[in-house]
């Protein structure tokens, strides 16, 4: 049990998740945070560092430095992770922070984003990898609109696991009837959205109640601690494991004497799961033929899914070059070159229709024109403006493109590497959009 | 052939498919790469990563080792022989003609060390053969000013990191368009942790300069850190030589780079040590790291790494 007082700076030894070593079979979880200012997100995920002992003792010893000399009575977790009201003190650009922990069962990596809607453009980025995010609530205030903002902006994403996390709970008396109202607040209004696991953990990340060790103070819930659930909660079948999609990304020809005419098809399977001797169509050509080996360093694998990287032999001697795909017959992904998708924009520059673009989706690279701007989003509302005429940075939109080649794609529901794409200004290079395909009209 | 039992893939396997992927990716869009290789054992990962990414073809890029002239005996050797195993080509950039050349002043003093001077080397050595890219082993982890760093992380015409400069990356689509002059730092183990990279050494067995594990050798002691002995640093009144059982976490220059007091001679042993140790790499073995997170901010705007 946490020992209230234990936590003043010296909430050593926790027994859960003293990270020893990761064990080689733990497997890897990527999260994103999201919380408005002073939710305590700088808190939480310093709680989860340095309960989990796996914030360095020199970081650590900084804090407890920095925070001795501040007097702060407690050792102020938020310093560990630099919290970004620091940053913007100091004026460093807002951005994502990447921050690393592990525990005996898995390794963790942290997408940490500010809250705020000048920076929608940073969560979006800091979500597009995740398969969780933990949505930071303060006990007090409950569903407020940034909450709404970050929950819709992780549907959108489809993240496939979403954590409020209840925050403060030690201001609100450890109120079981609080957090029971605040959790059926968000239900009624999660429904609308489109995600299947939610859940609910009250927490103080001050004294690291249900974070990292069940709290005494809250008998009265029986959920998971926050690690535990991060630890646990099933993240095998988040990928697309049922329609084949193998991206080519390199054509291997060594043409050496050793190795006259090996030809393999290296890349990441991005849905799926292939085999040799599974008969395959290479797109967008459309020519058949059928996988004879997969193999990584020369070692023979009888089954490739995604994250995969792996090289793909083939049995015809067919012209497959970087950008095409193989899938299998019966289930292929749309060709097309007439798009509909969501984006958020990312540029000073405002997007508007006509505008012209660099597309990079899957390991292709394209151009596009914007050929309609369907509405702009308004992300706290969910509202359609449809007078909108254009997007600007941190909008998110409906758009309609058209490219020079077909993509060859999924709706980013069924598939999220096959269905994303970003957009390229070809004067400044600079990224300018992610966009989320639709499916064709 | 490997039988795949289950779909759940270990967070090891997951790192070196995105690694693998972010090598091919940037031998797809850039032109003229380079992989800087110090001889560390992050860089080393690197070279198994392009294997994994490229083989049974060559590299699409050079080798290039940015030497100070201050390594260790036992890295040069180590350099030699696996590049040589590899049958790959390397570039030797080298800190003393950068001298020779009044590109770069030598430091003087007690103190003194050669790893500010690499930047110019470096930035030299990109002019001279026109690369485009340099893939690097540095990691987010290693220290607070790099938590925000990209895998595809962009620099200016004169060879410098500017925050407005820096793209986005989405899911895993990597912009790698630069203009004539630019050029890219892509840092495939941006996402692993130093014990990662410990692990994955062990389960894919690969071989590493022996000063990584306990040897006996003469060092001194100085503001509180044991350093090899060396020809390049004078002692000080008081320091004197002792014979000791050492090893080193960390691999640059004789100047600057700490031992521990370790009995550590396998990997395992290594491994265990590292988990259990939490002080990072870069605060407890190398000395002039000991600046604020702001001087490491700096020097990445200077294209030191
Ligand atoms: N009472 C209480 N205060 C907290 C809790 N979590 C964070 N705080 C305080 O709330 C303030 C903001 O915390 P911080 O982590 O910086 O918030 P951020 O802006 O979301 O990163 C700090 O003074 C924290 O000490 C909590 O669970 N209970």
Same mark, same amino acid.
């Given at each position: ?38 939710? @305590? ?25 920095? =925070? ?18 620091? +940053?913007?003190?100091? @004026? ?22 500010? @809250? ?34 970050? &929950? ?46 939610? =859940?609910?953990?009250?927490? $103080? ?7 990292? +060790? ?70 967008? =050509? ?34 497959? =070059? ?64 449809? &007078? $909108? ?53 | ?17 995105? %690694? ?32 994994? %990414? ?31 195993? *590899? ?59 790099? %938590?925000? !760093? ?33 050029? *890219?730092?892509?840092?495939?183990? #941006? ?18 300069? #022996? ?72 605060? %407890? ?16 705007? !200077?294209?030191?790494?």
């Amino acid at each position: 049990m946490t020992d209230s007082e234990g936590s003043r700076g010296t909430a050593r030894g926790t027994t859960v998740g003293l990270a020893v070593g990761v064990e080689d079979e733990a497997e890897l979880l990527r999260f994103s945070t999201a919380g408005s200012v002073d939710d @305590g997100k700088s808190t939480l995920i310093g709680r989860l560092l340095y309960d989990t002992k796996t914030a360095f003792e020199d970081q650590v010893r900084h804090v407890e430095d920095v =925070s001795r000399r501040r007097g702060d009575e407690r050792v102020n977790l938020a310093l560990l992770t630099d919290g970004l009201r620091a +940053e913007r003190e100091q @004026g460093i650009t807002i951005d994502v922070a990447y921050r690393y922990f592990a525990t005996r069962r898995r390794k963790f990596i942290i997408a940490d984003t500010p @809250g705020h809607v000048q920076y929608t453009r940073n969560m979006v980025t800091g979500a597009s990898t995740a398969s969780l995010s933990i949505i930071l609530v303060d006990a007090r205030q409950g569903l407020v609109e940034q909450s709404r903002r970050h &929950a819709f902006i992780a549907s959108l994403l489809r993240i496939p696991h979403l954590v409020f996390a209840v925050n403060k709970m030690d201001l609100v008396d450890w109120s079981e009837a609080r957090f029971l109202e605040i959790e059926n607040e968000f239900r009624n209004f999660a429904a609308r959205l489109d995600v299947q696991d939610i =859940s609910f953990i009250p927490v $103080s990340a001050l004294t690291g109640a249900n974070v990292v +060790e069940r709290s005494r103070e809250m008998p009265w819930y029986h959920g998971p601690t926050l690690l535990y659930h991060l630890e646990t909660v099933h993240i095998a079948s988040d990928r697309n494991l049922i329609d084949v999609r193998f991206p080519v990304q390199r054509v291997i020809r060594p043409e050496s004497s050793e190795y006259p005419d090996y030809r393999g098809y290296a890349g990441q399977v991005a849905g799926g799961v292939l085999r040799p001797g599974d008969e395959v169509v290479v797109l967008p =050509s459309g020519l058949p033929t059928t996988v004879t080996r997969i193999e990584q360093l020369g070692e023979d694998l009888d089954a490739a899914f995604s994250p995969m990287s792996v090289t793909v032999h083939l049995a015809d001697d067919l012209d497959v =070059s970087r950008g095409d795909m193989l899938c299998r017959p019966n289930n292929q992904p749309v060709v097309g070159q007439d798009l509909d998708a969501m984006i958020c924009w990312m540029a000073e520059r405002p997007l508007s229709a006509k505008s012209r673009y660099a597309i990079k989706h899957t390991t292709r690279w394209g151009r596009a024109v914007v050929t309609d701007l369907l509405y702009r989003l308004d992300v706290n509302t969910g509202h359609r403006d449809e &007078a $909108s005429g254009e997007l600007k940075l941190n909008d998110l939109g409906r758009i309609r493109l058209r490219t020079t080649a077909p993509l060859l794609y999924d709706p980013y529901r069924r598939n999220r590497i096959t269905g994303s794409f970003i957009l390229v200004d070809e004067a400044t290079n600079g990224t300018v959009g992610a966009g989320m395909l639709l499916p064709p009209e | 052939m490997t039988t795949i039992r289950s779909y759940r893939r270990s967070h090891l396997r997951v790192l070196e498919d995105e %690694a693998v992927h972010i090598l091919r990716e940037l031998a797809a869009e850039r032109e003229r790469p380079c992989l800087l290789f110090s001889g560390g054992k992050d860089s080393i990962v690197l070279l198994r990563l392009a294997e994994k %990414a490229f083989r049974p073809a060559r590299f699409p890029f050079p080798l290039m080792h940015i030497d100070t002239g201050h390594n260790f005996p036992e890295t040069m050797e180590y350099r030699d022989r696996r590049i040589a195993e *590899l049958g790959e080509r390397l570039i030797i950039a080298s800190v003393q003609d950068s001298i020779d050349k009044g590109r770069v002043t030598e430091e003087t003093g007690p103190r003194a060390s050669r790893n500010r001077l690499q930047t110019t080397t470096l930035l030299d050595a990109i002019e001279e053969h026109q690369f485009d890219a340099a893939i690097g082993g540095a990691r987010r982890d290693e220290e607070r000013a790099r %938590a925000k !760093e990209r895998i595809f992380s962009h620099r200016d015409e004169f060879g410098q990191w500017d925050p407005k400069n820096q793209r986005p990356e989405l899911w895993s689509l990597y912009n790698g368009r630069i203009r004539r002059g630019e050029h *890219l730092r892509v840092f495939p183990l #941006s996402n692993w942790t130093e014990l990662d990279v410990w692990q994955y050494i062990a389960i894919e067995d690969i071989p590493l300069p #022996s000063i990584y594990f306990a040897h006996r050798r003469d060092v001194f002691e100085r503001d509180g850190m044991l350093y090899a002995a060396n020809p390049f640093v004078k002692l000080l009144p008081g320091e004197r030589i002792q014979n000791q059982i050492v090893r080193f976490r960390t691999i640059g220059d004789m100047t600057c780079t700490g031992a521990v007091a370790s009995d550590a001679r396998s990997l395992e042993a290594v491994i265990a040590e590292v988990a259990a140790a939490r002080v990072t790499e870069r605060g %407890a073995t190398r000395a002039d790291d000991r600046f604020t997170e702001a001087a490491m901010e700096d020097r990445k705007r !200077e294209g030191y790494f």
